[in-house]
C-alpha cells in the first residue's frame, strides 16, 4: 500500500536529497517541508482537470427552496429574504460537500425507473433504465451564511434533488491514475527543491516535468470513457438553437481543464 510517506521520498529521491522521512510527523526538516507543502499540492493538482480517478458523485444536502417549489409550497413575499430564500434568480441552495475540490456538473434528475414502468422484481431485465434527461443544469458556486453568521459554500441551481459530479479530495495514493501519480511526485519535487536545496533551476526543472506529465495524463483521462465530438454548425447557433453536449457520456468536451502549474 502506498503511503504519503512514500510520494514524499520519491520527490526527495527526484531532487537528489540523501534523508529520506519515516513519516509527515516527524520532526526532521525534510519531513516539516513535505508536511507543509504535501496536501496543498496534492489538492491543487486535483483541481487541474476532471480526473477520473477523482470524480465522484453525490446527491446535494438542501438548504434553502425558493417559495412555489415542492420543497417550499409557501407563498413568498414581494421581496427577496436573505436566509429565506435561496439568492435570485436560483431556485435551490445546496451545502457546498466537504470533500469537494472541483464542481464539475449538476446531473439533471431521471423520471421513471424503468421506461417499461415499474418492475415486478428487483432485477434490471425486462425494462430500459430511464435515462438522465437533458444536458447538465446551470449552477453557481456561491458563499452564503448560516444561522451563526458563519460563511459557508453553497451550490445554487434550478435542479430539485440535484445531483453533483465533483472533483473529491482523494487522500489514497493506491487510487490515483499512475500518471497523477507521477505528476504528484514531480510537482511535489518542484516544490521542495528551493526549500531544501536552494537550486531555483532544479525546481524550474521539476516543474517542467510534472506539466509534462499532467498533459499525458489529462490524454490518458480523456481516453478512458466514450468521447464525443458532436458540434453544433454556426448557421444553426445564430438561430438561437445550440445542442449542448452530452455530459453524461463525455465529460472532457469544452471543458475548462485548468492552467498548468506555476514555474518560479
Known amino acids: 500500500m502506498t503511503s504519503e510517506a512514500d510520494i514524499c521520498n520519491r ?36 483541481r487541474l482537470a476532471p480526473w477520473n480517478c477523482a ?25 427577496w429574504s436573505k436566509g429565506t430564500q435561496p439568492p435570485p434568480p436560483w431556485a435551490y441552495e445546496y451545502a457546498y460537500p466537504s470533500d469537494c475540490l472541483k464542481p464539475l456538473w449538476v446531473v439533471p434528475q431521471f423520471t421513471t425507473g424503468f421506461a ?39 451550490i445554487l441551481t434550478n435542479q430539485e434533488d440535484a445531483i453533483l459530479a465533483y472533483c473529491r479530495r482523494v487522500t489514497n495514493p493506491d487510487v490515483w491514475d499512475s500518471q497523477f ?16 536545496t536552494g537550486d531555483k533551476a532544479l525546481a524550474n526543472l521539476k516543474i517542467q516535468e510534472a506539466n509534462a506529465f499532467i498533459v499525458t495524463a489529462r490524454q490518458g483521462d480523456g481516453n478512458e470513457g466514450l468521447t464525443i465530438n458532436d458540434v453544433t454548425p454556426d448557421w444553426i447557433r445564430v438561430r438561437g438553437i445550440s445542442y449542448a453536449n452530452d455530459y453524461g457520456w463525455s465529460p472532457n468536451i469544452i471543458f475548462d481543464w485548468g492552467p498548468m502549474l506555476s514555474a518560479y
Open 181 to 196: 501519480d507521477q505528476a504528484v511526485v514531480a510537482a511535489l519535487a518542484g516544490r521542495l527543491a528551493i526549500p531544501l
Open 11 to 46: 520527490a526527495l529521491a527526484a531532487i537528489g536529497t540523501r534523508s529520506q522521512i519515516a513519516s509527515l510527523t516527524e520532526n526532521s526538516n525534510e519531513a516539516i517541508n513535505c508536511n507543509l507543502l504535501y496536501h496543498a499540492l496534492r489538492d491543487e493538482l486535483i
Open 55 to 79: 470524480t465522484n458523485y453525490q446527491t446535494l444536502t438542501l438548504l434553502l427552496a425558493a417559495p412555489g417549489t415542492p420543497e417550499n409550497p409557501a407563498t413568498g413575499g414581494t421581496h
Open 116 to 154: 417499461s414502468g415499474i418492475p415486478i422484481t428487483t432485477a434490471t431485465t425486462g425494462g430500459v433504465p430511464a435515462y438522465w434527461q437533458g444536458p447538465p443544469v446551470r449552477y453557481k458556486v456561491g458563499v452564503d451564511q448560516d444561522k451563526n453568521g458563519n460563511d459557508i459554500k453553497v
